[in-house]
């Protein structure tokens, strides 16, 4: 940050997100890699949002650690079609790898050291036989042997401990109720665990970001159905990239409201991610993240925020809270991940036969992003099917944004009653108006 004064910005942009997490539950799934590469940042953040109040559940990964075991006991990796095949030796690699991760894990959280980020954090960890298995079986005539899915998850224990104010810690292995242990895959129990805790978040930390092959740039958002499209028209994608979509896919049909990809090789990716509005890595969503709609009472106060720069700039007339909620009915708002990013109204005028386009604002960090076009295109279809003939516009400093889509400009005389009634000639706005007839 180039001054004290940009943190300060930054902390108050930030502030409805603290606000926004506080007390949910978030599931945090990271790869074997994370805690092979060093994952102390990352341990550092995860205390962050600890301390801001986030209910946190962590589920880790073991792959490289199980295939460095095998390695040193000169035992073949097998997998057919991506999934491991763990066979009784491999089982005891398996359970070494897991242990070894989950005190290595407990240890890092356990930090506490003066002058370093986990001073004073006091975190509690709780490990314990949270997931019930089953074997994968005997698919095409492979059998998986200890190679298990997830067949149900004690969501009221992991609570009990949430409750508590512990962090909960969940390797990827299950138990049978017969004794038995089986490996499972980090990002399937993630998934389940989401689901069974109807987590507000899940958070996939991967190796790489999610890139479109057609643009060759990141990916920031998709819904569920669109992210389903992109998995069947680029099979070939990268593995890492092809589970994790998966399992945010699936988490999102089960009722998890939104699933973060982020890339964790950068570092503070999760709190960008998490704390700033457009965040740095792939969201998942049910719904769409950004929808454009009729604001309701709500609104008003995003509508006022959103529009007071413009007001003190002179380029919107200045709209009390009362004449806002008076009208509420008569605007459309874009909303963004909980913010009103830009807004616009439609008041008719006499006889219904003409309307005004008025308030028409757009957040300085999405201009020039067609959100403008976006919202005069739904009005003028809405205008159209209202049989509305003209549509009208008083600006000072956009006319030719106006003039670019229909509008000519006019003598103040052709305005209708209702609305010369208002002008105010201090402003000197120019009259802009559209035949709809022709």
Not at 159 to 182: A, C, K, M, R, T
Request: a neutral charge; charged letters at 20%; glycine letters at 6%.
């Amino acid at each position: 940050m180039q001054s004290p004064y940009d943190f300060v910005s930054w902390f108050r942009n930030s502030s409805p997100y603290i606000h926004a997490h506080r007390n949910r539950t978030f599931v945090i799934c990271f790869g074997g890699e994370a805690v092979a590469d060093g994952i102390a940042n990352l341990i550092h953040d995860i205390a962050l949002l600890r301390s801001l109040g986030v209910r946190l559940v962590l589920v880790h990964g073991i792959r490289p650690q199980i295939d460095a075991r095998l390695k040193q006991h000169a035992i073949a990796s097998v997998f057919k079609d991506n999934v491991r095949i763990t066979d009784k030796a491999g089982l005891q690699c398996v359970k070494e790898a897991a242990g070894a991760v989950r005190i290595e894990l407990e240890a890092l959280l356990s930090m506490g050291l003066a002058n370093s980020p986990m001073a004073g954090a006091k975190i509690k960890v709780a490990s314990a036989n949270f997931v019930t298995a089953k074997p994968l079986g005997v698919i095409n005539g492979v059998d998986y042997c200890y190679t298990g899915v997830v067949r149900r998850i004690d969501h009221v224990a992991i609570h009990q401990q949430l409750d508590q104010q512990n962090v909960v810690l969940i390797s990827p292995l299950g138990y049978s109720p017969s004794g038995e242990v089986f490996n499972l895959v980090a990002e399937h129990v993630a998934t389940e665990v989401a689901c069974a805790l109807k987590a507000e978040k899940l958070i996939l930390l991967t190796e790489q970001d999610c890139i479109s092959p057609a643009t060759k740039k990141p990916i920031q958002q998709m819904t569920a159905i669109e992210a389903s499209a992109f998995l069947k028209k680029y099979k070939n994608i990268d593995a890492d990239i092809f589970r994790t979509l998966n399992a945010a896919i699936q988490s999102c049909q089960q009722g998890v409201g939104r699933v973060h990809l982020i890339n964790r090789q950068h570092d503070g990716a999760l709190l960008l991610e998490l704390f700033t509005r457009d965040g740095v890595g792939t969201l998942i969503s049910a719904t769409a993240f950004e929808t454009l709609r009729n604001a309701d009472l709500n609104d008003i106060g995003g509508i006022l925020e959103l529009i007071s720069p413009l007001e003190k700039q002179g380029k919107l007339l200045k709209r009390s809270r009362e004449k806002l909620e008076m009208e509420i009915n008569d605007y459309i708002v874009i909303e963004r991940d909980g913010l009103i990013i830009a807004c616009t109204a439609l008041h008719l005028l006499e006889k219904n036969e003409a309307a005004i386009i008025a308030c028409l604002a757009v957040h300085l960090d999405y201009q020039r992003q067609a959100r403008g076009q976006r919202l005069f295109d739904y009005l003028l279809d809405k205008a159209k099917q209202q049989g509305l003939k003209k549509l009208f516009a008083l600006s000072t400093q956009s006319t030719h944004w106006f003039i670019e889509r229909g509008f000519v400009e006019a003598e103040i005389a052709l305005l209708p009653k209702s609305l010369s009634n208002f002008y105010n000639p201090d402003r000197n706005s120019k009259v802009l108006y559209k035949d709809l007839l022709i």
